[in-house]
């Protein structure tokens, strides 16, 4: 599989990687990624520069059981949305949880792993997934 946009992901590598985005004060929303206007609400003279701390919650889901060849090694794997602070919204794979151990609600936190190989010689690529909070997890095993 070959990637679209090489330079566009580049340049967007330090926003998912670090969770960096914006919070508008007009509407309370949060977004990762820079952005010059809103998306929620328009305004451009409320944004400021935020760094996420990387936990949040599920707030929805889905189990890949089908997936493309090259991921087919995961199988099967969790895609979720996972909400940040401020309202902001994440889509990333959860990590270290069967599939029917997730629950809408539940508390996440950030790890860094590798999310895709280009070819058997090409470049390593790494990213922003999600696991379950390890207190919530030891505590729900008790």
């Known amino acids: 599989m070959q990637r679209n946009n090489v330079p566009d992901d580049w340049r967007r590598k330090k926003d998912h990687y670090h969770l960096k985005g914006i ?6 929303r949060g977004f990762i990624g820079q952005r010059l206007v809103c998306p929620q609400c328009g305004s451009d003279a409320t944004l400021e520069a935020s760094q996420y701390f990387g ?26 949305l996972v909400e940040l602070e401020h309202r902001t919204l994440f889509l990333s794979q959860l990590v270290d949880v069967p599939p029917e151990a997730v629950r809408i609600g539940m508390r ?14 090409g470049l390593i690529e790494y990213g922003t997934k ?11 095993s008790v």
Do not use: N, Q
């Not at 936990?55 to 979720?80: L, N």
């Not at 996440?108 to 280009?118: A, I, N, Q, S």
């Open 23 to 28: 919070i508008c004060h007009s509407c309370g």
């Open 55 to 80: 936990t949040g919650r599920v707030i929805s889901y889905t189990a890949i059981y089908d997936p493309p060849a090259e991921f087919s090694k995961y199988r099967p794997y969790i895609m979720a």
């Open 108 to 121: 996440v936190e950030t790890v860094f792993r590798k999310v895709y190989v280009d070819g058997a010689e």
């Open 130 to 140: 999600f696991r379950p909070v390890l207190a919530e997890a030891s505590t729900e």
